[in-house]
């Protein structure tokens, strides 16, 4: 990243903190995203103007077309992770030469079968933050461990998060 574009980002945060403390209702934010079926276990999801693809792979009835949605929570774990970990590094005055997370888990696929009551989540998440930076180890740590415990994601996975819904079925003619 260039000088000027880490100068932008920084007063980017720097603007958003302040304007967050002034005004807590300005930080709700209130995503929403848009999925359809379009053949087999392949679906397209619209996320603002980008296209985001999920399929399974072959072995498990796909055309492995791209991650499955179980990958793409991963995906999001990882990416939640590294982009808040470089804003708030830029927004410190960190200097981050690489960055890097590899994110495992362990699912019980009965779950998703529905076989013997088991629960379809993960039982286990482990992650590897590797962070490239010739900055005080303690302080890069410190920043990586505050970003973990703040992350949306991270959050999301660890609390129980209400979920409410409507199914509509409608009849073909």
């Known amino acids: ?89 830029v927004h410190e005055g960190l200097t981050i030469n690489s960055l890097s997370v590899d994110i495992g888990g362990t699912l019980d696929l009965r779950g998703l079968f529905m076989i013997d009551n088991v629960e379809a989540g993960f039982k286990d998440l482990t992650y590897n933050f590797n962070i490239e930076s010739p900055d005080d180890e303690q302080k890069v740590r410190d920043l990586a461990e505050r970003v973990i415990a703040h992350c949306p994601v991270v959050d999301s996975l660890l609390k129980p998060t209400p979920i409410t819904g409507n199914i509509k079925i409608s009849r073909a003619g």
């Open 1 to 89: 990243m260039k000088d000027a574009d880490k100068k932008d980002l920084k007063e980017i945060v720097a603007r958003r903190i302040d304007l967050f403390k002034r005004k807590p209702d300005a930080a709700v934010y209130k995503p929403k995203v848009s999925s359809r079926h379009i053949k087999g276990l392949y679906t397209e999801t619209t996320v603002r103007e980008h296209l985001v693809k999920a399929d399974y792979p072959v072995p498990a009835g796909g055309s492995n077309q791209a991650p499955n949605p179980i990958e793409l929570l991963l995906a999001a774990f990882a990416a939640c992770i590294e982009c808040a970990f470089y804003e708030f590094a």
